[in-house]
């Protein structure tokens, strides 16, 4: 088995609160895995964990209990996070640069400079389709752009991972949909993506695995087919099937003459999965 791009091992987040001799658990054993070249989702309401954990994971919050890994190294040494692009959920830049001088800062904070940086430059603005903007300031751009320059940013390394929290808060569906066209084009070159999200039908076109998090704990996890598969149940597709074959499908497809097209286990949606994982953790902690 290939090394993950991301390993979270028991994990655990204990914040105690100044004060009032209370601690909250942000985080509770959790485990998790994401293979290279995955698109990643973690779910969750508010307060569910889901920034704490990518906090750690970028090694920015230390653990009270547990380990995360980046490609094998320990996330809480700065060299595990040289492969490793990220974009905040509310990303703050200086709006009085260009797109492309923008570009150009994080490049240099990257090390780089020269041709290479220049040429880098025309191919995040062409990646994020900012090319035509690229000698604007940012205090005129959308809140849809603004997040594209954060993305463009995210990936001026060419890092092996990208980080997203919460990539399209705020952004209009127009700018919502071409973000999601970025995170599939991103998995196309191979580019690992783990992001969080509260958009889950957004989620349910782009992520190859999902993990909810419910009061800190992992409650579902696993491929977006296993998880909106219903259980118990199988749909048939029938071609050349007559109207009274419905009736008796179970004893009469075979005899009547019928080519069996498709069988699959019937999806739920995301959304349904959520709402009811998400409940049963809160009736279970009350």
């Known amino acids: 088995m290939s090394e993950p791009a991301v390993a979270v091992t028991g994990l655990t987040k204990v914040f105690p609160v100044p004060l009032q001799r209370r601690s909250i658990v942000a985080v509770r054993d959790l485990n998790l895995r994401v293979d290279a070249g995955q698109v990643y989702g973690l779910l969750g309401p508010n307060?569910?964990?889901?920034?704490?954990t990518l906090k750690i994971i970028l090694g920015l919050v230390s653990p009270t209990r547990g380990k995360t890994e980046i490609f094998g190294h320990d996330s809480s040494r700065v060299a595990s996070r040289e492969s490793v692009g990220f974009?905040?959920?509310?990303?703050?830049?200086?709006?009085?640069?260009?797109?492309?001088?923008?570009?150009?800062?994080?490049?240099?904070?990257?090390?780089?400079?020269?041709?290479?940086?220049?040429?880098?430059?025309?191919?995040?603005?062409?990646?994020?389709?900012?090319?035509?903007?690229?000698?604007?300031?940012?205090?005129?751009?959308?809140?849809?752009m603004l997040q594209r320059i954060g993305l463009a940013q995210a990936l001026a390394h060419e890092p092996q991972l990208v980080i997203l929290d919460e990539?399209?808060?705020?952004?209009?569906?127009a700018g919502s949909r071409e973000i999601r066209d970025l995170i599939l084009d991103l998995k196309q070159r191979g580019i690992t993506?783990?992001?969080?999200?509260?958009?889950?039908?957004?989620?349910?076109?782009?992520?190859?695995?999902?993990?909810?998090?419910?009061?800190?704990?992992?409650?579902?996890?696993g491929t977006m087919t296993e998880l909106l598969a219903v259980q118990n149940q199988t749909e048939v597709v029938l071609e050349g099937a007559r109207p009274e074959l419905l009736t008796q499908i179970?004893?009469?497809?075979?005899?009547?003459?019928?080519?069996?097209?498709?069988?699959?286990?019937?999806?739920t949606t995301l959304e349904q999965l959520f709402l009811e994982a998400t409940e049963r953790s809160g009736d279970a902690s009350r």
């Open 87 to 144: 974009l905040p959920e509310s990303p703050y830049f200086y709006k009085y640069l260009t797109a492309a001088e923008t570009l150009r800062f994080y490049g240099k904070l990257c090390g780089m400079r020269g041709e290479r940086l220049s040429a880098r430059i025309d191919e995040l603005l062409e990646l994020v389709r900012l090319t035509e903007a690229r000698n604007r300031r940012l205090r005129g751009f959308s809140k849809g």
């Open 47 to 52: 307060g569910s964990g889901k920034s704490t």
């Open 167 to 173: 990539p399209t808060a705020g952004v209009d569906p």
């Open 250 to 267: 179970a004893a009469l497809a075979t005899n009547a003459g019928a080519r069996v097209i498709d069988q699959r286990t019937p999806q």
């Open 193 to 221: 993506v783990l992001l969080s999200s509260h958009l889950l039908e957004q989620v349910q076109e782009v992520c190859d695995r999902v993990g909810i998090l419910a009061n800190g704990v992992l409650v579902r996890e």
